[in-house]
């Protein structure tokens, strides 16, 4: 459940970063790589909860046999990213 609120407040987060975007450059602050990063932050928190709650909708499945990397190799495609996210997602 904390994963979908998170996963909402970080929405929230890209819709006031975008609304203050518009009024600095509406001001005149034209700072596109600063707006960019802003932006870019916010997705990469969106994309890494959305990864998560995919991660364990996936564990939760009890006909995958987690013994084998394939499940997280097929999703990350190098063997050291899988064994990596899963130590990251059982936690």
Do not use: N, W
């Not at 990063?37 to 990469?44: A, H, Q, R, Y």
């Not at 994309?47 to 995919?54: H, S």
Request: aromatic share 18%; hydrophobic share 55%.
């Amino acid at each position: 459940m904390q994963l979908y609120f998170g996963l909402l407040v970080f929405v929230g987060y890209i819709v006031v970063d975008t609304q203050e975007i518009v009024e600095k450059a509406h001001f005149g602050d034209l700072d596109y790589v600063k707006h960019a990063l802003t932006l870019f932050t916010d997705l990469v928190a969106i994309f890494v909860r959305i990864l998560v709650i995919i991660v364990s909708l996936i564990l939760d499945q009890p006909f995958i046999d987690f013994s084998s990397t394939s499940v997280f190799c097929v999703l990350f495609s190098s063997y050291k990213y899988c064994v990596g996210f899963l130590l990251f997602a059982v936690e």
